[in-house]
T-cell receptor, first 111, second 113 residues
Framework: GIQVEQSPPDLILQEGANSTLRCNFSDSVNNLQWFHQNPWGQLINLFYIPSGTKQNGRLSATTVATERYSLLYISSSQTTDSGVYFCAVDPHSSNTGKLIFGQGTTLQVKP | EAGVAQSPRYKIIEKRQSVAFWCNPISGHATLYWYQQILGQGPKLLIQFQNNGVVDDSQLPKDRFSAERLKGVDSTLKIQPAKLEDSAVYLC???????????FGSGTRLTVV
């Protein structure tokens, strides 16, 4: 089956710093999403981005489907950005909603 | 708009006991998912419903896990008998349809001792 690898596994930042999280996947996908899981366990969708670039405030994401990777950029990080960031893909030939999650990147933003 | 509701929030049981989790999806969402998240890992899909029918349960350990979605709304996930390795957070999610973005509940943290 498809492999979804995220890097780095852990990241510690000072408030105000920028960061880039990476997601590599081993096969073609028709659906890629980024999620944030806060320290209380709530999982929130950040981006639906099978290809191209999207921006939402201080966050942006880019997926290069032909090269099988996606990047999540966090600018001017805040303590509320702390948590685990997951990349999830749907590897099926049509969009089935059956997501396969990576292992996540744990981000800690220090004040 | 209310989110996905799950209960209980926490549950501690002894191995070989049974347990059930409940999920109420967002109103109007046809697709419902149950995920298992073991500590330190990403969520793993257990079962997907479309209305009250099962779309995919290939990852559900059917010898001990069962799930149903009565009337295409609420859903319950049951484990009987529980094993130590079932300790995890069980997340319910719903979406308008299979192509929609999933919205997750807060999860039920199960500890099997």
């Amino acid at each position: 089956g498809i492999q979804v690898e995220q890097s780095p596994p852990d990241l510690i930042l000072q408030e105000g710093a920028n960061s880039t999280l990476r997601c590599n996947f081993s096969d073609s996908v028709n659906n890629l999403q980024w999620f944030h899981q806060n320290p209380w366990g709530q999982l929130i969708n950040l981006f639906y981005i099978p290809s191209g670039t999207k921006q939402n405030g201080r966050l942006s994401a880019t997926t290069v489907a032909t090269e099988r990777y996606s990047l999540l950029y966090i600018s001017s990080s805040q303590t509320t950005d702390s948590g685990v960031y997951f990349c999830a893909v749907d590897p099926h030939s049509s969009n089935t909603g059956k997501l396969i999650f990576g292992q996540g990147t744990t981000l800690q933003v220090k004040p | 708009e209310a989110g996905v509701a799950q209960s209980p929030r926490y549950k501690i049981i002894e191995k070989r006991q049974s347990v059930a989790f409940w999920c109420n999806p967002i109103s109007g969402h046809a697709t419902l998912y149950w995920y298992q998240q073991i500590l330190g890992q990403g969520p793993k899909l257990l079962i997907q419903f479309q209305n009250n029918g099962v779309v995919d349960d290939s990852q559900l350990p059917k010898d001990r896990f069962s799930a149903e979605r009565l009337k295409g709304v609420d859903s319950t996930l049951k484990i009987q008998p529980a094993k130590l390795e079932d300790s995890a957070v069980y997340l319910c999610a719903s979406s308008l349809d299979r192509t929609g973005v999933p919205f997750f509940g807060s999860g039920t943290r199960l500890t099997v001792v």
